[in-house]
């Protein structure tokens, strides 16, 4: 092993960034985070199937077309409104998996558990991944169960990963966006970010916020039946929220996105806690929602759809996409004044007054 | 959303623009003290739809970019110690000091906390008496009250584990500094409204007649900032000087008496430096003598802490409204929010970092 090329040691034109250690920002779906994907991961891993940079691979065997992905979750609390680590641990790989179009059907599960935490609490998790998977109909057919010491590891950890089979001949994918295409979300953006943030930091409001944990792969097969190639990309506003994707769509397909402020729907209550802890909801997470980018002639009825769906109630057309900006997401804001949507360094930070 | 909704209205806006456009006759430079209006200017545009007459500079107003290095490292100091919990609102995590931040101490093992209010932390100190507790005690006169309850609360409960890194600034001396610079431009102030509603207005109505310039007492929403404009452009084109209200939904002339109260059985006014600007006398407020053992300046033995700013950086020179962020060599290229080379860039309030999140393409304006 005298080739083996060391990080520490490459002359790569751009350092891999200014920071020796690992920060909390590095896995914030931000900036900071995008930077060490692509400087360290895409770097040593480099293959077109990884640098195409979906939420998934899409793989061929013997002329099926399959999508492979995985995600980890280390959510706190493991139990809030809304949901639980297990029910996001199996929503959100079927859902990373469904966002290329295809058909999830199996998953695995790896648990890393810390010494000492609560089999009674283990098993409601089991459970509600059990119900989640059996919902969203995959199979968990893998797994893997790790131990570690006390105070080595936070309760629980749970990774993911899943397989779904292609079934069209489409190519939806964040590179894919084109002009005259136009954005659709399924609802409601920030509720998952808050119901977290509200638990964590023992916010009470008037009515309390619920995460939106949904697995989209029914609403996904009714948007592919609906749009057929008119879909043109498709991406779950996870960490970073809205505003993560709608950057990575308009940097991977060197487009323009327009919003209009006041489009993307918002639940009163998660508007006023993002209010008062000074946080943009553009930014905050979600664990059911996604937006669709469809050229326009097939627009109308893919919303159609989307709203007759019931994780889709309260779906909305949130901008359009144009060419002038390659990679800038833009806003007309309320007043009609423009402005930039960035994507962030790191997490939002509360702010101090 | 009620008590929102309304202030964001993009009709009465409107209206309020086309007044602005039709009164307005001369050149005038307006400052709006407060980072959080540049930054609801910036996010709203406002700034874009003004007449091309009308100049708005950006204030001082931001606590994150005038707390001095110093200050942030003396922080960092702090933090880095083994028997100390280090406290603060989160938008101080990232400011850089002379060589780290404090979300880099805290991934090096310091135990470093974001809270939501200053009590929060000293819960933190009743629940572990066998740590220090520190909190960053960052801000204008807006969160004074907070950081002063708290360390009346830890002094009445015995709590001597609790103490506060005290970086206070006051608005009204740093106004004055302006304007009695030579350089000064302003010609008009929006008075930062958060600061009002616990200090009131009176203590604006000597600077507005001495120096001659109209302020207004302006809020956050763009109906607030739209009307503040408003409300400073009618004085000025008619030559008047007064101190007017246009946050009175919170705003009182006496400001929040009990608040005011708490603030000087706690803190005394003194000297503070700015950073990016110098030392303006009488500018801060830093302890009462009788509450020392809950001062971090002194709790700690922290010896001599003098920094020097990148040379690079013009942040006192844009706190001052001399230039604005896209007009320094620096803004965007060598110095972005990723990689900020002054606290500008950092807060999401600082002047620099509105420009670069907002508008760095300056026109960002698509083909309708």
């Known amino acids: 092993m005298t080739n083996v090329i060391k990080p520490e040691n490459m002359s790569c034109p751009l350092p891999i960034s200014n920071y020796d250690t690992v920060q909390l920002s590095h896995g914030s779906g931000g900036k900071m985070m995008n930077d060490l994907i692509s400087k360290l991961f895409l770097w040593a891993f480099d293959n077109p199937l990884l640098n195409k940079k979906d939420d998934q691979a899409i793989i061929e065997m013997n002329g099926q077309k399959m999508a492979f992905s995985t995600d980890s979750f280390v959510v706190d609390p493991l139990f809030f409104p809304g949901g639980d680590i297990g029910e996001l641990a199996v929503n959100g790989t079927v859902n990373d998996v469904s966002m290329s179009g295809a058909r999830p059907l199996f998953l695995s599960a790896g648990f890393i558990i810390e010494e000492g935490f609560s089999m009674k609490e283990l098993q409601r998790v089991v459970e509600s991944m059990r119900d989640a998977a059996r919902q969203a109909g995959v199979m968990i057919v893998t797994g893997d169960t790790k131990v570690v010491n006390k105070g080595k590891g936070d309760k629980l950890f749970i990774n993911t990963a899943g397989i779904g089979i292609i079934e069209h001949d489409f190519s939806i994918g964040s590179s894919n966006l084109q002009a005259d295409d136009v954005l659709i979300i399924n609802g409601t953006i920030a509720d998952h970010g808050m119901a977290i943030m509200s638990q964590r930091e023992g916010l009470a409001f008037e009515a309390p916020i619920k995460s939106d944990t949904a697995a989209l792969n029914g609403l996904i097969e009714k948007i592919i039946k609906s749009g057929g190639q008119d879909v043109h990309a498709m991406r779950d506003a996870t960490r970073g929220g809205v505003a993560a994707i709608l950057n990575e769509f308009a940097e991977d397909s060197a487009i323009t996105i327009r919003l209009k402020e006041g489009l993307i729907p918002i639940n009163d209550p998660v508007k006023g806690a993002c209010e008062i802890m000074g946080l943009d909801p553009l930014y905050v997470a979600n664990e059911g929602k996604m937006v669709v980018s469809v050229a326009r002639k097939s627009a109308e009825k893919v919303f159609e759809v989307m709203k007759a769906d019931p994780l889709g109630k309260e779906s909305a057309i949130i901008g359009d996409v144009v060419l002038d900006k390659p990679g800038m997401v833009t806003m007309q804001t309320r007043i009609g004044a423009w402005r930039i949507v960035d994507m962030l360094v790191g997490e939002q930070l509360p702010r101090i007054c | ?368």
């Open chain 2, 1 to 368: 959303m009620k008590y929102l909704d309304e202030y964001r209205n993009p009709d009465i806006v409107k209206k309020m623009f086309e007044e602005i456009h039709a009164i307005t006759t001369k050149p005038w430079v307006i400052m709006e003290i407060c980072g959080g209006q540049t930054h609801s200017i910036m996010k709203n545009g406002i700034d874009q739809l003004l007449p091309d007459k009308i100049e708005l500079v950006h204030g001082p107003g931001c606590p994150v970019c005038v707390t001095p290095l110093e200050q942030i490292d003396k922080a960092l100091d702090i933090a880095s110690r083994p028997d100390v919990i280090f406290t603060s609102f989160g938008d101080m995590l990232r400011v850089p000091g002379s060589s780290k931040d404090l979300f880099m101490v805290k991934s090096e093992g310091a135990d470093v906390r974001i809270v939501y209010s200053t009590l929060d932390a000293v819960k933190i100190a009743r629940e572990n008496p066998d740590k220090k507790v520190v909190f960053f005690a960052v801000g204008f006169e807006t969160t004074a009250p907070n950081n002063a309850m708290a360390v009346w609360q830890a002094h009445r409960e015995g709590l001597t584990n609790f103490s506060i890194l005290v970086s206070h600034v006051l608005v009204p001396p740093a106004m004055e500094a302006l304007l009695s610079s030579p350089q000064n431009r302003v010609q008009g102030y929006l008075a930062a409204g958060h600061v009002c509603t616990i200090m009131g207005w009176e203590e604006y109505i000597p600077i507005a007649a001495k120096y001659k310039v109209p302020i207004t007492v302006t809020g956050f929403e763009p109906m607030d900032i739209v009307e503040g404009i408003l409300l400073t452009v009618h004085q000025l084109e008619k030559g008047t000087h007064k101190v007017e209200n246009q946050y009175a939904r919170l705003v009182k002339k006496e400001g929040n008496l009990p608040a005011r109260d708490l603030i000087n059985k706690i803190f005394q006014v003194s000297d503070r430096k700015w950073r990016g600007i110098g030392e303006i006398p009488l500018s801060g407020f830093s302890l009462r003598p009788e509450f020392e053992n809950h001062d971090a300046d002194k709790v700690f033995d922290l010896g001599e802490i003098k920094v020097d700013e990148p040379p690079e950086c013009i942040s006192g020179i844009i706190l001052q409204g001399l230039k604005k962020p896209h007009e320094c060599p620096a803004f965007g290229k060598k110095c972005t929010p990723q990689n900020p080379l002054g606290a500008t860039m950092v807060s999401s309030e600082g002047a620099c970092a509105a420009y670069y999140a907002y508008h760095r393409f300056e026109k960002t304006k698509s083909e309708e």
